[in-house]
Nanobody, 117 residues
Framework: QVQLVGSGGGLVQAGGSLSLSCAASGDVRSINHMGWYRQALGKQRELVAQITVRGTTTYADSVKGRFTITRDNAKSTVYLRMNSLKLEDTAVYYC????WGSGNTHWDQGTQVTVSS
């Protein structure tokens, strides 16, 4: 089993920056992809950024050039640096981990990110 604990987030003005981190524990060797999804009020959950164990990254078009995802495999931790935040980035951000082979996914409890004008 894999457990995820996310941290960071909070309230920031538009144009500002925030960072998120997410640490995995348990059977971390089973993990391939790690990253974040977000869900704004009244909207579906969407992929924000993802990184494989080899460092290949994927970003939503809406965050390209503003967000950066990195990963420390030795610490089983991923980081999301969010710059130039916009009002539309406001959402609950969920850390996600996907296992090799089975594709089983795991989620943390979610972290609120609020961008104010």
């Amino acid at each position: 089993q894999v457990q995820l604990v996310g941290s960071g987030g909070g309230l920031v003005q538009a144009g500002g920056s925030l960072s998120l981190s997410c640490a995995a524990s348990g059977d971390v060797r089973s993990i391939n992809h790690m990253g974040w999804y977000r869900q704004a009020l009244g909207k579906q959950r969407e992929l924000v950024a993802q990184i494989t164990v080899r460092g290949t990254t994927t970003y939503a078009d809406s965050v390209k050039g503003r967000f950066t995802i990195t990963r420390d495999n030795a610490k089983s931790t991923v980081y999301l640096r969010m710059n130039s935040l916009k009002l539309e980035d406001t959402a609950v951000y969920y850390c996600n981990a996907e296992e090799w082979g089975s594709g089983n996914t795991h989620w943390d409890q979610g972290t609120q990110v609020t961008v104010s004008s």
